[in-house]
């Protein structure tokens, strides 16, 4: 773990008690969406932190994930003012303010931190500005649109020594980790093949010949859209479904693979490297004319130096990860960690075994609903501490470069070669510019 100066605004518990006003760390949170729903409450429920602000350029409305979903800056900052009222010894609370604008959460000298739970297009602006502004950092993955945004993502934190948090929470599950920590010690014998699953696209499209909708009210479009090009609006361009449109995502491969190709990364200690080649291995893409342009059907196999094949694939829902050795497997998805042989699971760490970081060590039950508030728990200790959290922006940033990587491959459907050093492509001219893209005027890094 990576030590990083720059103190927070709040003083130390001893002076005040641990959860008085001056004590508590005050959060920006800025996009009030559909993971809002998850990632709110997990502020929320730390006494050491209070929210002070909301952002999102939706007023509110309906129509996220599921149309009954009702979410927006409005009823974020309604549903931040009751929880605090509704708690003991909130009487220093002032009330939650809206904004449709981030900037003016990052001009606020009292706000230490900001959660970024927008669409991926506006990660990388987002932190760099946040980084510049003094803020810590907790940004949902995948932590980039691009991995030329990824590595100015990283030189902005580190230069303005900002702590973030990359929001790949399976990192804070006990499982997950002990997975990791049996390949790390070589109890799966020498590792051969990694298994990672990435789900289909789950919205329908419009369509070839889709017509545009009316703007709604109350919402900012333009400023949704930002440092993407200006395209006309439909309801099924933004809210949830963003994610299916390469303007402002890569599909599900870095949607899921944000989190099955992070533990891969974690397991095989390829934390601060990556695969040497990435190749096509038949991933289907819809038909163009539509609104969503990314694979429906992933599968990429990219290649690691010591000889790992990491096959990225939608063969099953949901996600899952499969590592394979030559002396038996784990493996770790929604049904928890199992391995063969089954053994292994309950194996005793020894003394001189290599231990992974924990989010919470007193955590030892495996139940995903305290994944989230964990990893907002390590992420508010390494604000106070000044030490990286368990999944800082260099271990997003690399997760998301083998995802961008996996998306190029799949696109150009041909094998690419990458320095994980220079992180560059090698003698692909073509590829090697979707490594960047340029941004809508006046965004810039
Ligand atoms: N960690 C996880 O398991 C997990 C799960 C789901 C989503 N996510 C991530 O969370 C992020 C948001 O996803 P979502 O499903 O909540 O999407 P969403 O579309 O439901 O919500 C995003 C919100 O951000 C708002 N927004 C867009 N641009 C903004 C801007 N410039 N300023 C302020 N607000 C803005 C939108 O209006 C919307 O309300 C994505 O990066 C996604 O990958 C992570």
Known sequence: M???????RFLPSTLFGASAPSNRITLGFIGCGNQSTIDLPAFLGHDDCQVVAVC???????GYRHPDQYL??????????????????????????AYNDFREILARADIDAVAL??????????TVMAARAGKDIYCEKPLSLTVAEGQAMVKAVRQHQRILQTGSHYRSSPEARRAAELVRNGRIGE????????????AVDPGPGWEPTPIPEGFDYDLWLGPAPKVPYHKDRCFYRFRFNLDYSGGQVTNFGAHTNDLAQWALGMDESGPVEVEDLGSE??????????????AFRARYAQGVELLCRTDQPGFSIRIEGSEGWVEYGYQGLKTDPESLKALTPGPNDIRLPQSNPDRIEEASRYHIPDHVRNFLEAIKTRRDPVAPVEVGHRTATVCHLGNIAMRLKRKLNWDPVQERLVGDDEA????????RAPWSL
């Open 285 to 298: 893409w819809p038909a163009p004319g539509g609104l969503y342009n990314t694979a429906t059907k992933t």
């Open 191 to 202: 590792v051969r093949r990694i298994l990672t699953q990435v789900a289909e696209i789950n």
């Open 56 to 62: 999102d350029v939706n007023t509110a409305c309906h």
């Open 2 to 8: 990576t030590a990083v100066a720059a103190a927070p």
């Open 432 to 439: 090697s510019r979707m490594l960047t893209r340029p941004m």
């Open 72 to 97: 927006g800056r409005k009823p974020a900052r309604e549903k931040v003012n009751a929880f605090y009222a509704g708690r003991a010894g909130a009487a220093g609370h002032r009330g939650c303010d």
């Open 117 to 126: 739970v927008v669409p991926d297009h506006w990660h990388g602006l987002m």
